[in-house]
């Protein structure tokens, strides 16, 4: 199995199905000595890949996936040429790729933020003319947050178009502002329906988080919140329909507004962070399992346990704190955990949204849930102050 990016969780899904596979990858997401890799500069250059895929002379390959939004025109490219099974279609693939593609192609009843590229020399006031005085400019194609800005100047329209190479008329998209808090839903979308899904609260805006925010998350009860689901994935329906997604799993946000939801966008791979063992836990839901088998030409059959489940399942994205110093066993003292890790040494890999560290907590009562993820971020924030 080719696979775009690495995490040791779905190596060790695909060992479980017996599968060997070959990872490409770019800084800062290697691949283990022991694991067979190449790397690349950039999983969107499909010339490069399919060079460095070619180049390998790899035998009896099964399948292509992609871990990260980078690589998922470039794994649907791969099975293309190397005739392998899965979605093949690449261009209906930048439709969950570019913002501007997928807001323009949605039907007027899906209410999203009004989104257009920003051109080279597109001048500041023409943005506030077209979107309002606070806008937000980020990458067209995605990074899950990361070079994403809310603007109210002109100079931090500057400050933000100087993260851009400024080479192309695609690479930055401008969206009117959402102030609302957002939620999500993880789900799959098999035979052209929503066949599972659940929805996650944000501590933090995802835009928050990647500014020395905190990313964390927790699952609601659908029994506290059946209008919420209701609307939510009637928009997820929506969304995937009109844009004729392929089987897939399915990371979609959207802003809980005071007179009603708003559309953020959608993308096609496996959740981040700790999603899948959000949904595994919580749901008997093997995300990991359904994206491996869809890469190799399968309907995922396992959508989870009936009934509602028995705990809730929350994380947190651990950053070093802003003040003092905290280790693993400070968190274990303080908190109850069902999964902890937290590298506090000086030289620690730093990751997305500065994370050193993921812990994973849960209780039966969503409300206390939500209690204790608070808890651990302030926690988290404070140096346990």
């Known amino acids: 199995m080719i696979v775009m990016g690495y ?61 990260h939004e980078m690589g998922v025109f470039t794994a649907a490219y791969l099975r293309q040429q190397l005739n392998l099974p899965g979605n093949r279609d690449s261009r209906g693939v930048l439709f969950f790729r570019d913002k501007y593609l997928q807001k323009s192609g949605l039907p007027s009843e899906v209410r999203t933020a009004r989104c257009r590229h920003v051109p080279r020399g597109t001048a500041h006031q023409e943005l506030v003319d077209e979107l309002g005085e606070v806008f937000v400019v980020k990458p067209a194609n995605g990074a899950g947050a990361q070079r994403t800005r809310v603007i109210r100047s002109a100079e931090e329209y500057d400050q933000a178009l100087a993260l851009f190479s400024g080479a192309s008329d695609v690479e930055i998209v401008a969206e009117s502002f959402i102030d609302a808090p957002e939620v999500f839903i993880n789900g799959m979308w098999l035979g ?76 096609i791979r496996i959740p981040g962070g700790l999603g899948p063992q959000m949904e595994a836990h919580t749901y008997g839901v093997d995300l990991f399992d359904a994206e491996i088998g869809l890469a190799l030409g ?82 988290n924030v404070t140096g346990g102050a």
Not at 36 to 41: F, K, R
Not at 218 to 242: C, K, M, N, P
């Open 7 to 67: 995490r040791g969780d779905l190596d060790q899904a695909l060992r479980r199905r017996g599968l060997d596979p070959f990872y490409v990858v770019q800084d800062p997401m290697g691949a283990p000595d022991d694991r067979e890799s190449c790397w690349v500069a950039d999983f969107e250059n499909v010339n490069e890949v399919l060079r460095a895929v070619l180049a390998r002379r790899l035998d009896d390959v099964v399948g292509a996936m992609s871990l």
């Open 192 to 267: 052209g329906e929503l066949r599972w899904s659940s929805m996650s609260r944000y501590h933090d805006a995802p835009i928050d988080a990647a500014q020395d925010g905190t990313l964390a998350t927790w699952t609601l009860d659908r029994r506290l919140h059946t209008e919420l689901f209701q609307q939510a994935e009637t928009i997820a329906e929506q969304v995937l329909g009109s844009l004729d997604a392929p089987d897939c799993v399915f990371h979609l946000e959207i802003f809980e507004e005071e007179d009603g939801l708003t559309f953020g966008e959608c993308a």
């Open 298 to 379: 399968e309907t995922p059959t396992q959508l989870g346990r009936d009934g509602a489940p028995e705990r809730l399942y929350g994380c947190v994205l651990l950053r070093r704190p802003e003040s003092g110093h905290l280790t693993q066993e400070d968190f274990e003292r303080a908190f109850e955990f069902d999964e902890i890790s937290y590298d506090s040494s000086p030289d620690a890999p730093v990751g997305p949204y500065g994370l050193i560290g993921k812990a994973l907590v849960s209780d039966p009562d969503e409300s206390t849930l939500e209690k204790k993820i608070r808890e651990i971020v302030r926690f």
